[in-house]
């Protein structure tokens, strides 16, 4: 019998001996209280009312026990949201049936084309079959993702959209069993054969800030925001001809990377209360999970979460969407996240578990560029997708740090915050402003507040040469860190230092591309350094998609401009990318595991760019594991990986025991001396503190036709004997399965410093399939 339901043999009197020690309420707040996994098949009204007597044990009436249930989860995750005091939170976590207990918080938020066709022609491969736009039907192995059904958790979405049309498409699958949740603004007919499914998921937000102030966000599926709009685009948009951002930049034809996929959606982001609360969501734990439990629960075969923690990343067993993913990676759905925008600094990287596929940012090989000409007739290019243009003239030039008024601290004059610039020392200018504090496009609209004629927004040093386009709402134009020195220099030794900004214009095939995004967040995995965190990259820079018509492009409150697809970066924009092919993947492979599918894109993924050369970093700098994981993502090369590397919900269980202590499904009790943390069969190696040597063993999988026998070749990182038997690999049949030993020996000749990072590879080869494992190694 489940020790869960075991506890639930005792009469509910012998509860209620908790519930004198409360009768004065202290402050209450959201709490997940986990259970593990449903065992057995109960009915969702016998599993509520066991999380019902659960938390009757802890309040004082069974009727105030069934008001402060926000959720109870019931598809596959065993537990609930609950409005409780620590102290009653702190009485159920030491439950012998809870797994842990911990506060639902307002710690998460979204991490906020061209870009498929870059893909297709960055491997050179379009000749096999793999084909990405729907109007191109060439035989494929993928069928565009048809049929396979992509969960969205997200901020809703925007239905009408040409994007999201369902003509043509077959009756939705028999298997699904998910729902179109109706409310404000979108009835059930908005659902279709694309978009076969919709819910939102509310209750933990409104039980931290109150009711949903409806005239920013719509109480419903529907997306008032635009981002959950753009992902879900990217993931499985139809093919759209002629479409552009606002000022016709980026024209032509809009396609998501499986477009003939169907779409779930799941509403889990909303506004956060304040002056603009267009500009920010939040997205609450206990409605995430929830999302995932019902996305579970509905049949879809991946999930899609541009959605990280903010600041430090919560602790593997306290992580609502790690928690809802290791359930979902149970039933082989794959799991999709966004890594963050918080780079370049080291160590800034979320969603670190391995049972999800953590995907870092890079651009593409598209630019918006504008030539601005200053006084002394130094051309600088640019880069903007605003429509606004300047009348070709020279205008004075000034930099903000000298237009600030009197009070603005010292380290933020340059930035044009909010009320910073004079408008008396601004007006009729182009102004020169700092990235850093603050959001780039509300600069902008600072410089037009002032009176200026048009903005250039300087890169920090941290940015480098990267420069993310907006829709301003005047001229202007972004430039790199090195061109805004030049321009900052220009003005300290001009007496009258004058400019002129020219037409910007959509162009194709930059070089070198593509690079890694200076926002990406970088590793090492903080949690657990014996797994390497991202996994993969993928485009993130500067990515048009779908939108929605509620939000303006920048969504600053003031900007009242309406556009269908808009063009925005971030680690957001590469996770539907790597979603999308997880969907082909799905449907060339419908029975390959979730570790499997993450094991053919990690395994086949490019250390090189576009032109042969290594992948740089937006600062000029090569990349590294730390920055792109495996490397950036291949997908033609994905369907054909050769080998895989694959792991079980058991494996993850065991990887939880030793890498945090906590037992995380009551069935599979911890071992007493659990292996460590990379003895996962993951694609890749990590190993922090080596001070000697040690083995790993790996196991692969041969899902090749034919016989094959490969060879082993090692990059040895530096300072790290790096030996792997057996050196070579036969396979006669599909799904035979090989292991190997790696062994890493310290032979440092010049002591490092505990804690260095070092990188190496491992591949096996056999003569067709490249199947490459980075290596990571910091020394103790």
């Known amino acids: 019998m489940s020790p869960f339901l075991s506890s639930f043999l005792l009469p509910f009197c012998l509860f209620s001996f908790f519930s004198f020690s409360f009768s004065s309420k202290p402050s209450h707040k959201v709490y997940i209280v986990y259970l593990g996994e449903h065992t057995g098949s109960y009915a969702a009204e016998e599993i509520q009312e066991n999380h019902h007597g659960l938390l009757f044990s802890v309040k004082n009436s069974e009727e105030e026990a069934r008001r402060s249930i926000l959720y109870s989860y019931k598809n596959s995750i065993n537990g609930f949201a609950a409005l409780l005091s620590d102290e009653e939170a702190e009485i159920l976590s030491a439950r012998e049936e809870v797994i842990s207990a911990y506060p639902s918080e307002a710690k998460w938020a979204p991490h906020t084309t061209r870009s498929w066709e870059f893909l297709t022609d960055y491997e050179g491969l379009n000749q096999r079959g793999f084909g990405f736009l729907e109007n191109d039907w060439q035989p494929s192995k993928a069928n565009h993702g048809k049929d396979v059904i992509v969960g969205m958790l997200d901020s809703g979405i925007w239905p009408e959209s040409k ?85 016709g930049f980026a024209y032509g034809t809009v396609s998501g990377g499986a477009p003939l996929a169907r779409l ?39 999930l899609s979460i541009s959605i990280g923690s903010i600041g430090d990343p919560p602790t593997f067993a306290k992580d609502g969407i790690a928690v809802g993913a290791l359930h979902a990676a149970k039933r082989e759905i794959v799991v999709v996240c966004s890594a963050g925008n918080s780079g370049p600094k080291p160590a800034t990287v979320s969603n670190l578990v391995p049972w999800i596929i ?58 044009c915050l909010p009320n910073s610039l ?31 004629a048009a903005i250039i927004l300087g890169n920090a040093i941290a940015n480098g040469n990267e420069v993310p386009v907006d829709a301003h709402v005047l001229p202007g134009a972004g430039v790199s860190a090195s061109d805004a020195t030049k321009i900052l220099i220009y003005i300290n030794s001009s007496s009258n230092p004058t400019a002129s900004l020219g037409r910007a214009r959509t162009v194709n095939g930059i070089k070198p591309s593509p690079s890694m995004a200076q926002f990406s967040s970088r590793g090492p995995n903080v949690l657990e350094p014996n797994i390497l965190k991202p996994d993969i990259t993928a485009p993130g820079l500067n990515i048009l998609a779908a939108w929605s018509e509620s939000s303006s492009p920048t969504k600053l409150g003031n900007d009242k401009r309406k556009v269908k697809y808009n063009i925005i970066s971030g680690t957001s924009m590469s996770c539907p990318h790597v979603s999308a092919t997880a969907v082909l993947l799905k449907s060339i492979y419908p029975h390959w595991s979730s570790s499997a599918i993450r094991s053919a894109m990690m395994t086949t993924a490019t250390l090189n760019n576009a032109q042969g050369g290594p992948l740089m970093n937006g600062d000029g700098t090569t990349g590294g594991p ?107 049949d599909i799904g035979e399965k090989k292991s190997f030993k790696i062994v890493l020996k310290d032979k440092r000749t010049v002591m490092r410093g505990n804690g260095t990072y070092v990188a190496g590879s491992y591949t096996w080869n056999d003569g067709v399939h490249l199947v490459r494992s980075p290596i990571v190694v910091s020394f103790g």
């Open 358 to 415: 953590t995907v870092g940012a890079s651009s593409i090989d598209r630019a918006f560029t504008a030539e601005i000409k200053l006084g002394n007739n130094v051309i600088v290019t640019g880069q903007t997708v605003t429509p606004y243009q300047l009348e070709g003239k020279d205008y004075p030039l000034i930099y903000a740090g000298d237009a600030a008024i009197a009070g603005t601290a010292a380290n933020l004059t340059g930035q």
């Open 422 to 452: 004079s408008p008396e020392k601004v007006k009729g200018k182009i102004v020169l402003c700092f990235r850093g504090t603050g959001l780039r496009a509300e600069k902008g609209q600072e410089v037009k507040r002032a009176g200026g």
């Open 163 to 247: 994007s999201f049309s369902d003509e043509g498409f077959d009756p939705v699958p028999a298997r699904w069993r998910g729902i179109c949740e109706t409310g404000q603004s979108f009835k059930a007919s908005l659902c279709n054969r694309k978009i076969i499914g919709a819910r939102y998921y509310i209750k933990s937000y409104e039980a931290y800030y109150g009711s949903l102030n409806t005239s920013y966000s719509y109480r419903s599926p529907r997306d008032g925001d635009g981002h959950g709009t753009h992902t879900s685009s990217t993931v499985a948009g139809r093919s759209v001809s002629n479409v552009s951002a606002l000022g």
């Open 626 to 732: 730390f920055d792109f994981g495996s490397g950036h993502v291949r997908p033609i090369h994905a369907a054909d990986p050769g080998l895989v590397y694959e792991a079980s919900y058991q494996d993850y269980l065991l990887f939880m025991c030793s890498s945090t202590g906590v037992q995380m499904d009551f069935y599979y009790p911890c071992p007493k001396d659990p292996a460590l943390p990379y003895a996962l069969n993951y694609p890749s190696v990590a190993v922090s503190r080596l001070n000697d040597t040690v083995s790993i063993f790996r196991t692969v999988t041969n899902v090749a036709q034919g016989k094959s026998q490969y060879r082993v070749s090692i990059d040895n990182p530096n300072g790290i004997l790096v030996q792997i038997s057996p050196k070579s690999l036969k396979f006669n």
């Open 264 to 302: 779930a959606v799941y509403k889990v982001c909303w506004p956060i209360p304040g002056p603009n609360p267009n500009i920010e969501n939040t997205c609450f734990e206990a409605d995430m999970l929830a999302a995932i439990d019902d996305a579970i629960g509905d049949g879809v075969d991946v």
